[in-house]
């Protein structure tokens, strides 16, 4: 069980009783609704970041790893670049990344 600290949190009364309608645990419920809060504001930054890329990430992504690769020192690209290795994996919503090609 992850580590745990007391925090007074002051709320209005009528939120207050629309939990407790729903959920005996206030702090339970609190807890949840927050977690909640934090990936979907985690989600929108990756959405805003990958709508609106680093010039350099954007220029790379564009040019391809083969292209970059082939402008690195030798000794560079078998210290850093291994095609061989890693697993191919695949984007699946609702169930995350997972092995295999499409």
Known sequence: MANVERVTVTLPDNLLRDIDRLEKNRSKFVAEAVRRELDRR?????????????????????????????????????????????????????EGWVEGGE
């Open 42 to 94: 985690r989600r929108a930054e990756l959405q805003r970041s990958l709508q609106n890329p680093h010039p350099e990430s954007k220029e790379l992504a564009e040019q391809g790893l083969d292209e970059w690769a082939s402008g690195l020192p030798e000794e560079d690209v078998e210290s850093l670049v291994d095609g061989s290795a890693g697993k191919e994996v695949r984007w699946v919503p609702g």
